[in-house]
């Protein structure tokens, strides 16, 4: 036994990942088989043997491109394991993350020897079929076909009242936390899209050299922010460089053990990236009821348990990888860890208060690495493996999220065993659950200070703006316009704070 460590503490012994080129000649993958491949990567990356068929558990993210009755099993057959437990997310881009740290945990009890967590999106070929008029030849699992176990809960993101208003996809929903950004910050419009741009172009340079990444290539801060023929706008002030790119076919997988097994199957001990903590935790549920647009309490108060319960601060990690699907998920996310202050300005690779040594992704984010639905967080944490390797003693956080900035998760890994000697998780809920609640009065009609407002595109231009207003007595109310006047000055002036008056349709117009 490694001198001193506990033979249950949990460790990270194999990370694998791949992208799939089908235009570029590789042979398309279904998702099943691309989270076999992944974790048959993991088992080599490992450097140790007989892992896979050694796995007590096999846990695969919820996908979207093909559904199979019972994925965990159709992975274990792939790959010759014969797990006494299998299991599958519910949607949620969180999940990764929450499924590691619930892993790590049961390994730490004694509960557990081996996890294995894959996930696997096999998105772009199926569009690309559907767009040829085909189905793919994938798996179809007979009927008899139990089930697996489910991790997470599956309820609706948003309510029907907030579906009907519009207050629905994340492409429009998280513009909306970027516009409130800029007004906090007081950034004028212009200023803040050079904001954005630099900031995005850091994380291009990143996956420039990311052999995974989709987009291996770098981009101006000019390229990603301003809108042009091959980069449309989708909603301001997002054009589509700035958003999430599902377009990916892409597997992960992640083998966790104890210490006493990656001894048993003889991974070299250069090979273990610890697992110091993890913690979850998850926001007022709707968007409607939170104190503000452009923050999120329960980040904050997970980051401060994870931070806590592994004995360190926010300047002791050297890498950081925070979950990217939108710029104000990343500005939101490092701010409310304690890496960037409240005020902090794109500059370089880092953002504000992190210094220029240290970037926000070691992937290169979901615009470029790639980001398969829910499984992003499994490709940070398989990079976050090898970064921590080639520095040993650092110290990596990865934070993953689901929702709208509404689920949360956040681990910290090292190349060195954590200073307690265990894994800690913590689920910091209850305190989250009682902060302050805002109302949402749907049925106001009078005057409104406008909060936040976003215009969304199509291919042939804005076609509406979502706003979100207050009342007089401070509740939120959601509205909508098609006036060309407020659209053109949604996307060219501060709307933040101006007086409006919204009618019985749910109808803005400016004062």
Request: aromatic fraction near 4%.
């Amino acid at each position: 036994m490694a001198a001193g460590l506990d033979p249950r503490l949990p460790v990270l012994v194999g990370a694998g990942q791949l992208t799939v080129r089908s235009d570029e000649g590789d042979a398309p993958l279904e998702p099943a088989d691309l989270m076999a491949e992944g974790l048959r990567l993991a088992e080599r990356d490992s450097g140790g043997r007989g892992l896979l068929a050694a796995a007590d558990s096999l846990r695969t993210v919820c996908e979207l491109s093909w559904r199979y009755r019972n994925p965990a099993l159709a992975v274990a057959e792939r790959v010759g394991a014969r797990p006494r437990h299998l299991a599958t997310t519910v949607m949620g881009g969180n999940l990764a993350g929450v499924t590691v740290a619930r892993a790590a945990a049961q390994i730490q009890r004694g509960e557990l020897d081996v996890v294995l967590v894959c996930g696997g999106e096999a998105t772009r070929t199926r569009h690309r079929l559907r767009a040829e008029g085909r189905e793919p030849d994938w798996t179809v699992q007979p009927d008899d076909v139990g089930p697996p176990d489910s991790i997470g809960i599956d309820r609706p993101l948003v309510s029907e009242l907030e579906a009907a208003r519009g207050v629905q996809l994340p492409v429009n929903v998280y513009p909306l936390f970027e516009v409130a950004l800029r007004a906090r910050l007081g950034l004028g419009v212009a200023e803040h899209r050079r904001r954005l741009g630099r900031l995005w172009a850091a994380f291009s340079e990143v996956a420039a050299g990311n052999p995974h990444a989709a987009i291996r290539r770098s981009f101006s801060a000019e390229e990603i922010a301003e809108a042009s023929d091959d980069n449309r706008m989708i909603s301001f002030p997002y054009t589509k460089r700035l958003c999430s790119n599902n377009q990916v076919d892409q597997g992960s997988g992640l083998i966790l053990c104890s210490v006493g097994a990656a001894e048993r199957a003889g991974v070299p001990p250069d090979r273990w990236v610890f697992l110091h903590a993890g913690t979850e935790a998850v926001d007022h549920w709707h968007v409607s009821n939170r104190a503000d647009l452009c923050s999120s309490p329960a980040l904050r108060l997970a980051g401060r348990d994870a931070f806590a319960l592994a004995g360190i601060g926010p300047a002791d990690v050297a890498h950081v990888d925070l979950y990217s699907c939108f710029p104000s998920a990343v500005q939101i996310g490092a701010v409310e860890l304690g890496l960037a202050p409240a005020d902090a300005t794109a500059d370089g690779t880092g953002w504000g208060g992190v210094g220029a040594d240290v970037a926000l992704t070691v992937t290169g984010g979901m615009s470029f690495a790639g980001g398969p639905w829910n499984d992003y967080t499994s490709h940070g944490m398989a990079s976050m493996a090898g970064v921590l390797r080639d520095d040993p003693g650092s110290v990596g956080l990865c934070t993953a999220n689901g929702g709208y900035t509404t689920e949360h998760a956040v681990l910290v890994l090292s190349s060195r065993p954590p200073a307690a000697g265990e894994f800690r998780h913590a689920e910091p809920q209850a305190e989250v659950d009682a902060l302050p609640r805002v109302e949402l009065d749907d049925g106001w009609v009078g005057p409104v200070v406008v909060e936040s407002a976003t215009v969304a595109h199509d291919r042939s231009g804005p076609t509406h703006a979502l706003v979100a207003a207050r009342t007089p007595a401070g509740a939120r109310t959601w509205c909508r316009s098609e006036e060309p006047a407020l659209l053109a000055a949604a996307e060219t002036e501060e709307l933040v704070g101006r007086p409006a008056d919204r009618d019985t349709t749910g109808t803005v117009h400016l004062a």
